[in-house]
Each structure stands twice: as structure tokens, then as C-alpha cells.
């Protein structure tokens, strides 16, 4: 079946800092990946659809320049969260489907990310 | 805006137990359903979905979930649950012609031995 890598898995940051979290689909070229955050207790909530070769689409409330986002390839999507403060950690999740709206998508593992 | 209820936020069964989680969702349209689900320190899964045609749906594992459109739900089922079964379910939905994923905040079930 279809994989999808996260890394890390952890990571504990200072304030201020940035961190780069990678998202790799495995065994399938991923035309789409989605980013996703989920705080305790609660759903999963979108944050940005990344789209190889473009710019990612960013839902609203989400700030563009704190949380990076790079689709340079079909198998790689990057979030980078820029200087990290304690309220973004969080759970992040990514997500990719092969093409076409109607394909599930594969998660990775998720990231615990905490500031500091 | 698109939503998606899930009313149980914690399930506490027995070993054969039957089980029923419930979903329901806001959207007047067509919709695409999927229920996944997450084990202890594993990813998310992809336990059944439904896109049309016969509305009650079978997936992995024993389960199944039935669609209903005039309730506007989509429940997931298993007659008899082990407890292997321990996880967190999300319900989720996308509508007709975009990509985006709407999650339920999911329901954490625990299976007792």
C-alpha cells in the first residue's frame, strides 16, 4: 500500500527558532500533499494543501510566512515552522493522495512538535 | 460551511461487543465519506469509504458503515469487537469536486479484555 514518511517524529525547539519537517511519499507520486495541525481533543484541522510545483493554497487563518510550506517534488513536501513559539506546538500531521479528488489519502505518522 | 459531528468522544466496550459510532455531517450536496482509523502510535488508516451505489459500505477488519443520505450520517459498524480493535475513528467527508478533507474530532475507543 501506499507510504507516507514524516520526519521527525519528535522534535523540542527554543523559542525563536525554526523547524523543518519533511513529508515523503514512498511508493507513489503525490501531486497533492496536505498539512494538517491537531490539538488535543479536537479534530484535525487543515492547514495548507501543497501542490508540486506551486505555491501552497493556505487556509484561512493560517499565517503564510510563520508556517513554509515547499512542494519541490512529487515524493517531498517540506513545512517549516519559523520562529516557533510555544503556542504552535502541536501535532502535525501530513498527508498525500495519488491524483484524483476521490483517492483516500495516506497519513504519516505525524510530528509532536514543542516549543520551548 | 461543511461540518462533521461525531457524538461519541469516548467508547468503553467489552470484548464482543457490538459497536456503533456515529457520523453526521452539514453539506446539501454530494459527498464522499471515509472513516479512518488510528492505532496506539501508528498513522492514521484507511478503514472503508463511499463514493456512491450501494450505501452500506464494508471495510477492513469487520466493519462497515451505512450511508444515509435523508440523515445526512454515515455510522461505523462491527458486530463483535476484539481488542485489537482499541483505537481512535475519524469520520471525514469531501464534497463534490474539491480536495479537501473535513474531519470529525474523532471518538476514542477502548476495548476491554
Known amino acids: 500500500g501506499a507510504v507516507v514518511s514524516q520526519h521527525p517524529s519528535r522534535v523540542i525547539c527554543k523559542s525563536g527558532t525554526s523547524v523543518k519537517i519533511e513529508c515523503r511519499s514512498l511508493d507513489f507520486q503525490a501531486t497533492t500533499m496536505f498539512w494538517y495541525r491537531q490539538f488535543p481533543k479536537q479534530s484535525l484541522m487543515l492547514m495548507a494543501t501543497?501542490?508540486?510545483?506551486?505555491?501552497?493554497?493556505?487556509e484561512q487563518g493560517v499565517e503564510k510566512d510563520k508556517f513554509l510550506i515547499n512542494h519541490a517534488s512529487l515524493t517531498l513536501s517540506t513545512l517549516t515552522v519559523t520562529s516557533a513559539h510555544p503556542e504552535d506546538s502541536s501535532f502535525y500531521i501530513c498527508?498525500?493522495?495519488?491524483?484524483?479528488?476521490?483517492?483516500?489519502?495516506?497519513f504519516g505518522n505525524g510530528t509532536r512538535l514543542t516549543v520551548t | 460551511a461543511q461540518s462533521v459531528s461525531q457524538h461519541n468522544h469516548h467508547v468503553i466496550l467489552s470484548e464482543a461487543a457490538s459497536l456503533e459510532l456515529g457520523c453526521n455531517y452539514s453539506?446539501?450536496?454530494?459527498?464522499?465519506l471515509f472513516w479512518y482509523v488510528q492505532y496506539p502510535g501508528q498513522h492514521l488508516q484507511l478503514l472503508l469509504k463511499?463514493?456512491?451505489?450501494?450505501?452500506l459500505v464494508k471495510g477492513i477488519k469487520g466493519f462497515e458503515a451505512e450511508f444515509i443520505k435523508s440523515k445526512f450520517s454515515f455510522n461505523l459498524r462491527k458486530p463483535s469487537v476484539q481488542w485489537s480493535d482499541t483505537a481512535e475513528y475519524f469520520c471525514?467527508?469531501?464534497?463534490?469536486?474539491?480536495?479537501?478533507?473535513?474531519f470529525g474530532t474523532g471518538t476514542r475507543l477502548k476495548v476491554l479484555a
Open positions: 498527508s498525500a493522495r495519488v491524483i484524483g479528488y476521490n483517492s483516500p489519502l495516506h
Open positions: 501543497s501542490n508540486e510545483g506551486s505555491k501552497a493554497t493556505y
Open positions: 453539506y446539501g450536496g454530494t459527498v464522499n
Open positions: 471525514a467527508v469531501t464534497t463534490s469536486g474539491t480536495y479537501k478533507y473535513i
Open positions: 463511499y463514493f456512491s451505489g450501494d450505501p
